[in-house]
């Protein structure tokens, strides 16, 4: 069974928790950006209309919403207990999969207020850490 050995190797190895903490990071600031947007009583009066700056609120919206931030909740778990090799090119292609995302959610809707493009900028700059540190890891033998 490959598993519980390369867990045990990642302990050897700090990057694997290094990447799985920052993952955690990212990954609450998601969730209180979202958190704080819902507390404007502009979304607030749209979210009871069902509609969200010409975006229906509907079943299959917000089940692709839940399913892109799985991404990152994901990688909190993958990031630590992945082998060398795929960690490091499932972290880079899921750190590239949430810029793209992020950067899109521009152009989705209506006006981007003060709070989202500081959560935005810190989720960016956070897969960007994750990028470079995935590129710069040497395996630990």
């Known amino acids: 069974m490959k598993l ?4 045990r190797a990642n302990l050897n190895d ?3 928790m290094l990447m799985s903490k920052i993952w955690i990071f990212v990954s609450l600031c ?17 979210l009871l209309d069902g509609n969200i700056a010409g975006i229906p609120m509907t079943q299959g919206f917000l089940l692709t919403a839940g399913l892109s931030l799985q991404i990152p909740f994901l990688m909190v778990i993958l990031a630590a207990i992945l082998p060398y090799k ?3 090119i499932t ?3 899921a750190a590239i999969l949430m810029i793209i995302y992020q ?3 521009f ?3 209506s006006g981007n207020p003060l709070h989202y493009v500081y959560f935005s900028a810190v989720e960016i700059l956070g897969s960007i850490v994750i990028i470079v540190l995935a590129i710069r890891w040497k395996k630990v033998v």
Do not use: K
Request: charged letters at 10%.
């Open 4 to 7: 519980p050995s390369t867990i």
């Open 14 to 16: 700090p990057m694997p």
């Open 30 to 46: 998601y969730i209180y950006c979202d958190v704080l947007s819902n507390m404007e009583m502009s979304v607030l009066r749209m």
């Open 86 to 88: 795929a960690n490091r």
């Open 91 to 93: 972290s880079i292609t």
């Open 103 to 105: 950067v899109v959610s």
């Open 107 to 109: 152009f989705i809707g």
